[in-house]
């Protein structure tokens, strides 16, 4: 099955600097890579997703890229905020049937005003 | 509020009681999951419907987990005689899906406390 890893497990940053969230997955059949943003006592929300047929996608203050040849991809936030401090995932999804996404184990990010 | 809703939000139970949640999804979506989340960990598949059909079933899924989506609209998550490993917090979340697209949506999970 899809395997997900996550890095770093915890990113402490100044407000206005950037942060950048990695995973690396397994399964090269997964084309779909959702990225969700958890605040504490409340479930995931999706912030950006990004599909293999593109290498970057970006939302305001949010990018993601896609390497397929190397099975990684990143979310980067820039000019971070207090109110980003949050755990994120990120996640693996194959169209190979169900749609099913692997999460990463999550980065708990804080910024720090 | 038309995002998916789970209720209640919090359980506390004794071991060897049963609960139940529920998750009522985004209105029109076809497809519903499950999910376990424990401290520190992403959320972990359980099941899913499309419509009224269990489709996938995950190994995580003892005997005494039981989900129900009798009309495919809100469905239900038992858990029968609860042991203290099943403490954690039950993500439900919803999709359309259509194509290549099955984007979820998450509610904000039950939380269980097993005694």
């Known amino acids: 099955g899809e395997n997900v890893e996550q890095h770093p497990s915890t990113l402490s940053v100044q407000e206005g600097d950037s942060a950048v969230i990695k995973c690396t997955y397994s399964?090269?059949?997964?084309?779909?890579f959702p990225w969700y943003k958890q605040e504490l006592g409340k479930g995931p929300q999706l912030i950006i997703d990004?599909?293999?047929?593109?290498g970057e996608k970006k939302d305001q203050r949010i990018a993601v890229t896609l390497n397929k040849t190397a099975k990684h991809f990143s979310l980067h936030i820039t000019e971070t905020q207090p109110e980003d401090s949050a755990v994120y995932f990120c996640a693996a999804t194959s169209s190979g049937g169900s749609y099913i996404p692997t999460f990463g184990r999550g980065t708990s990010l804080i910024v720090h005003p | 509020d038309t995002g998916v809703s789970q209720n209640p939000r919090h359980k506390i139970t004794k071991r060897g009681q049963n609960v139940t949640f529920r998750c009522d999804p985004i209105s029109e979506h076809n497809r519903l999951y499950w999910y376990r989340q424990t401290l520190g960990q992403g959320p972990e598949f359980l099941t899913y419907f499309q419509n009224e059909a269990q489709l996938e079933k995950s190994r995580l899924l003892s005997d005494r987990f039981s989900a129900e989506r009798p009309k495919g609209s809100f469905s239900t998550l038992e858990i029968q005689r609860t042991e203290q490993g099943d403490s954690a917090m039950y993500l439900c979340?919803?999709?359309?899906?259509?194509?290549?697209?099955?984007?979820?949506?998450f509610g904000p999970g039950t939380r269980l406390t097993v005694l």
């Open positions: 990004i599909r293999s047929n593109v």
């Open positions: 399964d090269s059949a997964s084309n779909y």
């Open positions: 979340a919803s999709s359309f899906k259509t194509g290549r697209s099955d984007t979820q949506y």
